[in-house]
């Protein structure tokens, strides 16, 4: 008899179970007084990054980066090319050394290369024109006594050979792989040497950038130039339509990068500048004061004039009245540093 009872109170148990699910099951999408539950509203989904203009190059990106400017004194000469990492610069500089030859001061801030050279050594319109980036890196190769002592002072932390990033090359880079044409810079660790000596994030420049080309009566066609920067060293510069920018050569012959890449300006800047031979007797540039400029950008050839009113000024490029900045391009900008400007083109002989 006990087994017997023992197996029916087995059989009760059961639908006693099943019971207490069905239970649980419906009091889980009830709320507290018997109503339905509601779903829980939806977290609202983060809003989108505003676009930014990047400082140097007017372009358009999701982000700026937070990081000081990298200025690259890079050489010129025949034995310096084809050179490596130009095509990335936001700015290049051409500089008018002694015997003619032309230096560059390339301005690395959107996009950092691999690397960078050949390296060559600073000049004292350098410390004028790095003054108006805030306070970048500066990467060279070296300098003669009084331009170490205006480094010293200017705004700006300055590195050489045996900082990180410089490097001897062995031909993997350099055309002449033997002093003083081998010097090289990776940018990354050099960037992170200036941040440690103390360089600070670039700021507003005071550039202005636009799409939409200038118009107006002085405006004309200029889909080449030549610039003399001396009677040995001549820069052209050439529009590249497809790609809206303008390609350089050097003497009548294309420019070359060591990479797969080409040297492209959506602005070419030539302003009028002062020369002069300095007290040690090497030939000197002054950017301090204003002047005449012209600008070409979309094929087109424009006055413009430029002024850095003090060393700790940005250089501006204004429009030919001097009285706003110059609708740049958005894109890299090549300037150029001749005594002169190169005169306009010649009229078309009506016939």
């Given at each position: 008899m006990a087994a017997r009872s023992?197996?029916?109170?087995?059989r009760v148990a059961r639908p006693l179970v099943a019971a207490v699910v069905v239970m649980t099951i419906g009091l889980a999408g009830c709320s507290p007084d018997g109503e339905p539950a509601r779903e829980l509203p939806e977290e609202p989904a983060a809003p989108e990054p505003e676009p930014q203009q990047h400082l140097l190059t007017g372009v358009t990106t999701g982000e700026v980066p937070e990081r000081p400017a990298l200025l690259v004194k890079v050489s010129n000469s025949p034995e310096a090319r084809p050179h490596t990492g130009l095509e990335t610069a936001d700015?290049?500089?051409?500089?008018?050394?002694?015997?003619?030859?032309?230096?560059f001061l390339a301005v690395f801030h959107s996009e950092l290369p691999e690397v960078v050279g050949p390296v060559r050594s600073a000049r004292p319109v350098d410390v004028q024109l790095m003054s108006g980036f805030g306070l970048p890196g500066f990467a060279h190769s070296g300098a003669r006594a009084e331009v170490r002592a205006m480094l010293a002072d200017a705004p700006a932390v300055p590195i050489t050979e045996g900082a990180a990033?410089?490097?001897?090359?062995?031909?993997?880079?350099?055309?002449?792989?033997?002093?003083?044409?081998?010097?090289f810079l990776r940018p990354e660790p050099a960037l992170d040497a200036v941040i440690e000596g103390g360089a600070q994030p670039l700021g507003p420049l005071g550039?202005?950038?636009?799409?939409?080309?200038?118009?107006?009566?002085?405006v004309g066609d200029a889909e080449d130039l030549e610039v003399e920067m001396s009677t040995s060293f001549r820069t052209g510069w050439s529009y590249d339509e497809a790609a809206g920018v303008y390609r350089r050569a050097q003497n009548g012959e294309d420019s070359e990068v060591t990479g797969p890449g080409r040297i492209g300006a959506a602005n070419v800047v030539v302003l009028a500048v002062r020369h002069y031979i300095g007290a040690s007797g090497y030939p000197e540039t002054d950017v301090l004061g204003e002047g005449e400029a012209l600008v070409l950008r979309d094929g087109r050839r424009s006055p413009a004039r430029w002024a850095k009113a003090a060393e700790t000024d940005p250089?501006?490029?204004?429009?030919?009245?001097?009285?706003?900045?110059?609708?740049?391009?958005p894109g890299a900008t090549w300037i150029l540093l001749p005594d002169e400007l190169p005169p306009p083109p010649e009229e078309p002989a009506s016939g």
């Open positions: 023992h197996r029916r109170r087995r700015v290049v500089f051409e500089e008018l050394t002694e015997g003619g030859v032309t230096r990033g410089f490097f001897r090359d062995d031909g993997t880079y350099a055309s002449h792989p033997v002093a003083p044409h081998n010097l550039w202005l950038f636009s799409d939409d080309p200038p118009t107006g009566p002085d250089l501006l490029v204004l429009t030919a009245d001097g009285a706003e900045p110059f609708p740049l391009k």
